[in-house]
């Protein structure tokens, strides 16, 4: 498989919908430009993301075939196999986390919660249970989670993500708007609503001076 | 100022967050090596970053008074003008959008909720109250709203979409997973949960492969 930037990856979820979307709607094949205009990326780029998760180029002027464009797309993004995930911090986000509808998608199972409140702890979110934070290493081998999905308030998130490798996590999908120190055998990847919002911001304030 | 990346704004709040608790731990001065080691940048990156929001490079060996490099930070992430917001589509995602504390500290004021369910239309979530989707040009005059919060269900996005723009919003800060086709005069930033995922799943799967 070729190799491919982080920029590229984060477009074949995109490509996805778009294509289930154009599938729902009757559509058989599809071709480059068409997916290049729909999506506003130039056509050169939807050429070589498209080669990355398929060697089939399709046939001129009719295009790819959608269907076994998406099979391509879902295999390249290991939505075949789910991924079994807790969720760390059951405040508002950690719930709503919980109860997102649209993870099973992307390939994700949201398994259980885990929080050091014992008013929480014993209780259920969408008909899934919430274990204490000390149950860490015990419920990881038992339900085989592999990634955690930290959303602990800002002060406790070092602790927690030390908590989570020493119980034996290697995968950390990061809420907390913080940067959190692991060990390079662990993979850490953070959704920062902070500088997502700073270059809305950025944007926003450059149209008005336009 | 100098030109700045989407890569360079985006670690301007990470800068931040760190500067302030090295505040709290009773720091006043620091250098950008200590920055850099602390973050896992590059010094040269930090060097950079910092060049552009600040022209006191401070003292050798001393360092960059930090009060200053975290007031200059502020000023440069607009972070002293609260930038008024209302959450478009309350369910659970916009529910915990609604409650999360984190966002004035980044200079976000939500002010408001709407939905299109006559249920929940006349009710509050944290003390804000909850409008018809059908109030939005009204609503956005009347309460000074800047910017919209996407959250509603992904069916109906490029139609609140739409709606929010003949409403006059500027700016819509998208938390669901689709590509938006706006105008150009109209700013989007997508917070993409199905991409950062699929970035997670690759680097743990390429992990496990060494």
């Known amino acids: 498989m070729k ?3 982080e920029r590229q990856l984060e477009r074949f979820p995109i490509y996805l919908k778009y294509l289930l979307s154009m599938r729902d709607s009757g559509y058989k094949t599809i071709s480059s430009p068409v997916i290049a205009n729909a999506l506003s990326f130039s056509e050169e ?5 498209l080669q990355v998760v398929s060697s089939n180029n399709g046939k001129p002027k009719l295009g790819r075939d959608i269907n076994e464009l998406i099979e391509d797309i879902k295999a390249f993004l290991h939505y075949d196999n789910l991924t079994k995930a807790a969720v760390v911090g059951v405040g508002h986000l950690g719930k709503a986390l919980m109860n997102y509808k649209g993870f099973n998608d992307f ?3 949201i398994v259980c919660g885990f929080d050091i409140d014992s008013n929480l702890v014993g209780s259920q979110v969408n008909g899934k249970d919430i ?3 000390y149950q860490l290493s015990n419920k ?3 339900l085989g989670l592999e ?7 800002l002060s406790a998130a070092q602790d927690n993500a030390d908590r989570l490798v020493n119980a034996g996590i ?3 999908w990061n809420f907390v708007p913080v940067h959190l120190n692991v060990g ?4 850490i990847e953070n959704i920062n609503m902070a500088s997502s919002f700073a270059i809305l911001q950025h944007k926003l304030s450059n149209k008005e001076k336009n």
């Open 45 to 49: 780029q939807v050429r070589k993301d």
């Open 140 to 142: 990881i081998d038992e």
């Open 147 to 153: 990634i955690a999905i930290l959303a602990v308030p």
């Open 184 to 187: 390079d055998d662990v993979v």
């Open 3 to 5: 190799q491919v930037s």
């Open 107 to 109: 390939g994700l199972d």
């Open 170 to 172: 290697k995968g950390i």
């Open 131 to 133: 274990y204490s934070v």
